[in-house]
């Protein structure tokens, strides 16, 4: 017996007739008969009463839908419970991080279906897990827990962007710590790696003018107006441009570089291993 037979004889019993339920199903109506002849046979009885236009549910029949209305409402949450668990739910701790790998990783694996959220309190990290809120979780901390393992995903570095005709532009490496006063404008948000870069323009702030924001549209404003350096990352100029005619210069300061962790369930080993294989492979090339 096999769940299309059950479907098929549900079909039957909803339209009354082999042609409408062939016609709905898109099978022919003598496959259908014989598909219905067979689970007749593998059930020892007959389950319609056959006129001439029409078949009606015999007694038998009636016993037999109600069980294949149980049969296939259960194979649907079953399927429906796998699916939803196949999902691969991630969190991050930063958006330039999932910015640039969510996308990535999905182009390399087009089956994949993934969910992706931010989360702003690393200590949390453990308990999410745990409580398998996220099959895993891209960080700046590494937890502590004997059942969650870690490996390396991606790693992150701010960089200095400048107007091209600025005399930086032409520079191999630029630290900030050792410049005569620039004028910055610095888009941030939330972040472990966007704290991280607030602490070290806190270090900054009696040396150059720098101009933060949370609005990115009155930002570029600011940037395309003014053409003042700003700062960007490794990762977000992978999918964000501040503008044109802009030339991208390493920092050689210290606290400008971070290594992402990818932190997971041993349990969930074999399902976050595609993402881990991926960013293997993306550190290898990068």
Same mark, same amino acid.
């Given at each position: 017996?096999?769940?299309?037979?059950?479907?098929?004889?549900?079909?039957?019993? @909803?339209?009354? +007739?082999?042609?409408?339920? =062939?016609?709905? %199903?898109?099978?022919?109506?003598?496959?259908?008969?014989?598909?219905?002849?067979?689970? @007749?046979?593998? !059930?020892? &009885?007959?389950?319609?009463?056959?006129?001439?236009?029409?078949?009606?549910?015999?007694?038998?029949?009636?016993?037999?839908?109600?069980?294949?209305?149980?049969?296939?409402?259960?194979?649907?949450? *079953?399927?429906?419970?796998?699916?939803?668990?196949?999902?691969?739910? !991630?969190?991050?701790?930063?958006?330039?991080?999932?910015?640039?790998?969510?996308?990535?990783?999905?182009?390399?694996?087009?089956?994949? =279906?993934?969910?992706? @959220?931010?989360?702003?309190? @690393?200590?949390?990290?453990?308990? !999410?897990?745990?409580?398998?809120? /996220?099959?895993?979780?891209?960080?700046?901390?590494?937890?502590?827990?004997?059942?969650?393992?870690?490996?390396?995903?991606?790693?992150?570095?701010?960089?200095?962007?400048?107007?091209?005709?600025?005399?930086?532009?032409?520079?191999?490496? &630029?630290?900030?710590?050792?410049?005569?006063?620039?004028? *910055?404008?610095? /888009?941030?948000?939330?972040?472990?790696?966007?704290?991280?870069?607030?602490?070290?323009?806190? +270090?900054?702030?009696?040396?150059?003018?720098?101009?933060?924001?949370?609005?990115?549209? #009155?930002?570029?404003?600011?940037?395309?107006?003014?053409?003042?350096? +700003?700062?960007?990352?490794? !990762?977000?100029?992978? /999918?964000?441009?501040?503008?044109?005619?802009?030339?991208?210069?390493? %920092? +050689?300061?210290?606290?400008?570089? =971070?290594?992402?962790?990818?932190? /997971?369930?041993?349990?969930?080993?074999?399902? #976050?291993?595609?993402?881990?294989?991926?960013? =293997?492979?993306?550190?290898?090339?990068?």
């Amino acid at each position: 017996m096999e769940l299309a037979q059950l479907k098929y004889f549900k079909t039957i019993a @909803e339209h009354g +007739t082999m042609s409408r339920a =062939a016609g709905v %199903l898109h099978v022919s109506q003598p496959a259908l008969s014989a598909s219905m002849k067979k689970l @007749e046979d593998e !059930l020892g &009885v007959n389950l319609f009463d056959r006129g001439k236009n029409s078949v009606v549910l015999n007694e038998n029949g009636r016993a037999v839908l109600a069980y294949a209305e149980k049969i296939l409402t259960l194979a649907d949450e *079953m399927r429906d419970g796998f699916r939803q668990n196949a999902v691969l739910k !991630l969190g991050f701790c930063d958006p330039g991080a999932m910015r640039f790998a969510v996308p990535l990783f999905q182009k390399a694996h087009p089956d994949a =279906a993934v969910t992706s @959220e931010l989360i702003f309190d @690393e200590r949390e990290i453990e308990n !999410l897990l745990l409580s398998r809120r /996220y099959d895993a979780v891209v960080s700046l901390r590494r937890p502590e827990n004997a059942a969650i393992e870690t490996v390396p995903f991606v790693d992150e570095e701010l960089m200095l962007s400048v107007d091209a005709n600025d005399p930086l532009a032409r520079r191999d490496g &630029v630290c900030l710590a050792n410049e005569p006063p620039l004028k *910055m404008a610095v /888009y941030c948000g939330r972040g472990a790696f966007i704290d991280q870069t607030k602490a070290f323009l806190d +270090t900054l702030k009696n040396r150059h003018d720098i101009r933060m924001f949370d609005d990115y549209f #009155v930002f570029r404003q600011l940037l395309d107006g003014e053409k003042r350096a +700003t700062l960007t990352t490794k !990762l977000v100029r992978q /999918y964000r441009n501040d503008g044109a005619g802009r030339v991208i210069v390493p %920092l +050689t300061d210290d606290g400008v570089k =971070a290594d992402y962790i990818l932190s /997971y369930l041993v349990e969930n080993k074999r399902k #976050v291993k595609p993402l881990a294989d991926w960013a =293997a492979s993306i550190s290898t090339r990068r």
